[in-house]
């Protein structure tokens, strides 16, 4: 190659790499350019992409049809399945109660250790308060021996009062225990009676050793005085004055008393979380159902479309507390109008209060997940738009 050859492969080389570095120019140029347009223009764009995500995450149709079935779920569940029960008296809730035609007082008194015809026939010791002044016992005051006896309490009953009807002895809300027997009342009739004072350790060392070490008869005592202990409290939830709110009564008698007159009782206790749990339920049914009804075709967006079956569950919660709240509210008004109790009860009987504290706890939660998933779209699509992606 000669001398001017070599020069003129010199020369092509430099013009090609002028060319390529002019155009990488251009095209930084142009780049920077758009950057810049995207970045002036980040207000407008954001508003774009925030009513994009709003037309995304849209209900539609096949969405609607869920909401109405939802909704009738919930509004079924609210009338139907746990509204509050009416209560009934203490004594009406014991005739309905099995073998109370039985039951009778007479204990043949072996302290600490009745016979199991005992445990099986007689009322549950701590049912009493005859004779509870005679020896220095305030069970009977503080509203209500329910508040101030161990058996009664929803959560310690199981252990106390078990034990208490295992041994025929009665502890108290301060830990101390009584014997009890029978007595007679004015007309002569048999009663339980509270006569003595007994050893709340022994009552519970009695009740583990029948447990342990009595053998089968001894197992058979403990196991009748659960059952027994069982249909009490199941007998006594339902009634007018229910049982307290679990352990309270240890601490203060008088405050579980108050708690329950304000209707913070066993009884709606266990209404208001039926309630709860059943829309949590019917929640997480048509979620399950809405999600099998997913199409990424049609559907587009796997976060998006869950933003949507959130909308249809939390919708239809707000749209059955709503119509709730007014039901009873009506209701209400007319029995107040009409001087009509009994309609007053019965339409607060169907208030859904457990339905209502969780579609408050959903409109919280749904706000947040809705809020970080349309957080992401955005700054995501924003991204893209800088990358150049879309």
């Not at 709003?54 to 009338?79: P, S």
């Not at 109660?97 to 007689?122: A, F, M, Q």
Request: with cysteine; aromatic share 8%.
């Amino acid at each position: 190659m000669s001398r001017l050859d070599e020069l003129r492969a010199r020369r092509a080389l430099l013009d090609s790499k002028y060319e390529k570095t002019i155009s990488n120019m251009k095209d930084i140029a142009h780049e920077s350019i758009r950057v810049a347009n995207v970045a002036h223009n980040s207000d407008r764009i954001m508003k774009n992409l925030d009513e994009e995500f709003e037309a995304q995450t849209k209900l539609r149709g096949k969405d609607i049809g869920f909401l109405f079935f939802a909704t009738a779920l919930q509004c079924i569940r609210q009338y139907f399945l746990t509204d509050f029960k009416e209560r009934i008296g203490d004594q009406e809730a014991a005739e309905n109660t099995k073998g109370h035609t039985k039951e009778h007082s007479s204990r043949t008194h072996r302290y600490y250790n009745p016979s199991l015809d005992e445990i099986i026939t007689n009322p549950v010791p701590f049912d009493t308060t005859f004779g509870a002044p005679d020896i220095g016992s305030d069970i009977a005051r503080h509203g209500g021996h329910r508040y101030t006896t161990l058996g009664h309490d929803p959560l310690l009953g199981w252990i106390f009062g078990t034990a208490n009807i295992a041994t025929s002895t009665l502890t108290d809300y301060t830990f101390s225990s009584y014997h009890i027997k029978t007595g007679q009342n004015k007309v002569g009739n048999n009663i339980d009676r509270l006569t003595e004072h007994a050893d709340t350790f022994k009552v519970m060392s009695y009740t583990f050793d029948k447990l342990l070490n009595e053998g089968k008869e001894g197992k058979i005592k403990i196991g009748a005085s659960i059952v027994k202990e069982a249909i009490h409290l199941k007998s006594d939830i339902g009634t007018a004055n229910s049982l307290p709110i679990p352990v309270i009564s240890v601490f203060s008698p008088e405050l579980a008393s108050s708690l329950a007159n304000y209707g913070f009782d066993m009884a709606n206790i266990l209404t208001v979380g039926k309630q709860a749990t059943f829309t949590i339920l019917i929640n997480i049914l048509i979620s399950m159902i809405h999600r099998l009804t997913y199409n990424q075709e049609t559907d587009g967006n796997i976060d998006l479309f869950q933003v949507r079956t959130h909308k249809v569950v939390t919708y239809s919660n707000v749209i059955a507390s709503i119509s709730n709240v007014i039901a009873v509210a009506v209701g209400s008004a007319i029995g107040a109008a009409t001087n009509n109790p009994d309609l007053i009860q019965k339409s607060l009987r169907k208030a859904d209060i457990g339905g209502l504290i969780v579609t408050l706890l959903r409109l919280i939660n749904d706000k947040k997940f809705i809020a970080e998933v349309k957080q992401e779209f955005i700054l995501n699509s924003f991204d893209k738009l800088i990358q150049g992606d879309m």
